[in-house]
């Protein structure tokens, strides 16, 4: 039976994960889904109150790409959200905004856009498939131009992150990347971010050991981090087979495999030590990313 000839959704919940990406090297080109999650709840109402212009800037920009994405006028419908991610920590936290609008409203009209569709205006609104689509598909995400590839990230891998309480927009720490880089860096990285896609795919993260080492966007960004190189030694002592920027900061992410107690504590103790406030938190891979259920 098709979705038109059943009854009305008047209700849908969309979870969806928080993302990491850049992994050092791979720059605007991985990204991959964690156990961390936003949950956006959608419910039809039979008028519009209160209206968009009340909502955040992002929301009322979502719902504006959806309209016109579908041709169509919105749902009568209220929202709300229940956040796990926090904002602004380069933990993918509006792009789960944009997917979790979009699909909640996609299933409130009747579902009239694919899949690929809503991966497509998520991606158009947010400007960076490398967290979108992790957070739509789960998994390890290569991004390419107008191609993605996936593959599932073993459960035995974890992302342990320590999260600073300082906020980093995306926008304005783009704007402080310069516009060019020397041929000798971009070789490098693009050795090192080739090696760590085949460690990925091929699920060899032992030898992910010594890959996380970047010239495209961290020396640049890492200036306004305190204690990162501290905070790095102490992790990759402690074990982690990697230690990079999550997206655009200010999260900073380690790798462990097998059992992350030793990095955890690493990092406790460091940021400590260093009067550092923020949180240590310890992730899992998420292979099923954004899920959608309604009634
Ligand atoms: N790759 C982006 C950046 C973050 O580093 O600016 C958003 O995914």
């Given at each position: 039976m098709s979705i038109s000839a059943q009854k009305k959704i008047s209700r849908c919940w969309v979870k969806i994960p928080a993302t990491t990406t850049n992994f050092g090297p791979g720059f605007d080109t991985f990204g991959a889904a964690l156990?961390?999650?936003?949950v956006i709840v959608l419910e039809r109402t039979p008028q519009q109150a209160p209206p968009w212009s009340d909502s955040p800037a992002m929301v009322v920009e979502t719902l504006k790409g959806f309209e016109k994405k579908t041709g169509a006028s919105l749902p009568n419908f209220k929202w709300s959200l229940h956040s796990q991610i926090p904002q602004a920590r380069g933990l993918g936290s509006s792009a789960t905004v944009r997917l979790g609008?979009?699909?909640g409203l996609n299933a409130l009209a009747g579902f009239p856009l694919s899949k690929e569709e809503i991966l497509e205006c998520a991606i158009e609104l947010e400007g960076h498939p490398?967290?979108?689509?992790?957070?739509?598909?789960?998994?390890?995400?290569l991004c390419g131009p107008k191609k993605v590839l996936r593959t599932r990230i073993d459960p035995?891998?974890?992302f342990v992150a320590f999260v600073p309480?300082?906020?980093?927009?995306?926008e304005?720490?783009?704007?402080?990347?310069?516009p060019e880089i020397k041929l000798k860096e971009a070789v490098q990285n693009l050795q090192r971010a080739s090696m760590i896609a085949v460690c990925f795919f091929e699920k060899r993260y032992k030898d992910l050991s010594g890959l996380?080492?970047?010239?495209?966007?961290?020396?640049?960004?890492?200036?306004?981090?305190?204690?990162?190189?501290?905070?790095?030694r102490a992790a990759l002592e402690a074990g982690a087979l990697g230690f990079y920027l999550s997206g655009s900061g200010s999260t900073l992410m380690a790798i462990a495999y097998e059992d992350p107690t030793t990095v955890v504590h690493a990092l406790k103790s460091e940021?400590?030590?260093?009067?550092?406030?923020?949180?240590?938190?310890?992730l899992k891979p998420d292979n099923i990313g954004l899920r959608l259920s309604y009634r």
């Open positions: 156990s961390l999650y936003n609008f979009l699909a490398d967290n979108v689509t992790p957070a739509f598909l789960g998994g390890f995400i035995k891998l974890f309480q300082v906020e980093i927009s995306t304005l720490s783009r704007k402080i990347l310069p996380f080492v970047d010239y495209f966007h961290e020396p640049y960004r890492l200036a306004s981090i305190p204690y990162w190189e501290e905070l790095k940021s400590s030590r260093r009067s550092l406030s923020g949180e240590v938190l310890v």
